[in-house]
């Protein structure tokens, strides 16, 4: 039956119509199963694989973008995020919850933006005698305050927001019209598994 399938030159599917509904149906000649297995037909024919494939296909928004409104900027990190509420997230999240999460990020950058502030400018007064080295703290302090804000968003995350389907983000992008880049926070819509998907 195999050699029979490669001398036709038939497709998987037509392969399974040809083969399979002869013997599933016994009453009827092959050249009228052969004639109804036509295009229109083939979802019929392959079942349920065709139809959970077009269900899975979902929209998701585009992320919404939060880019810091403060008055110092330190290596791309603002020192005050925007925390309007945006209306995107109206009937996703409690405005609380989220002016929660926001302040919480900014207390963090408030404490150690003015830092790195410092640190910097006596860095740079003693960069001639150290060799550069004197400007490792600032680095190690923004890095450290990166980490800080990375693990809060982790840890809201966990508790409350990848429950309702958002995930937020520090995300490094470029600013529009020049090569400078800076922080931004990020509130991904995740995609909505379907109830009805197949295990």
């Not at 399974?16 to 109804?36: G, M």
């Not at 065709?50 to 020192?79: A, K, W």
């Not at 209306?87 to 150690?112: C, D, H, M, R």
Request: hydrophobic fraction near 35%.
């Amino acid at each position: 039956m195999d050699e029979d399938i490669e001398e036709l030159n038939l497709s998987p599917v037509e392969a399974h119509v040809r083969v399979v509904s002869p013997l599933s149906f016994p009453d009827v000649d092959e050249d009228s199963i052969n004639s109804e297995a036509s295009d229109s037909q083939l979802p019929h024919v392959l079942g349920d694989a065709v139809l959970d494939e077009s269900l899975l296909i979902t929209t998701v928004p585009d992320p919404i973008r939060l880019r810091g409104v403060g008055g110092s900027t330190m290596f791309g990190l603002n020192s005050k995020f925007e925390d309007e509420f945006p209306s995107l997230l109206t009937g996703k999240v409690a405005p609380e919850e989220f002016q929660s999460t926001i302040q919480y990020i900014n207390t963090i950058l408030l404490k150690s933006i003015p830092f790195s502030v410092k640190y910097l400018l006596c860095g740079c007064l003693c960069c001639c005698c150290t060799l550069g080295l004197s400007l490792g703290p600032v680095f190690i302090l923004n890095k450290r305050t990166k980490y800080q804000i990375r693990k809060l968003l982790d840890l809201e995350n966990h508790r409350l927001y990848n429950k309702l389907g958002l995930n937020w983000k520090l995300n490094r992008e470029q600013r529009d019209g020049n090569n400078l880049r800076e922080y931004v926070l990020l509130i991904e819509f995740l995609p909505k598994v379907p109830l009805h998907r197949p295990d």
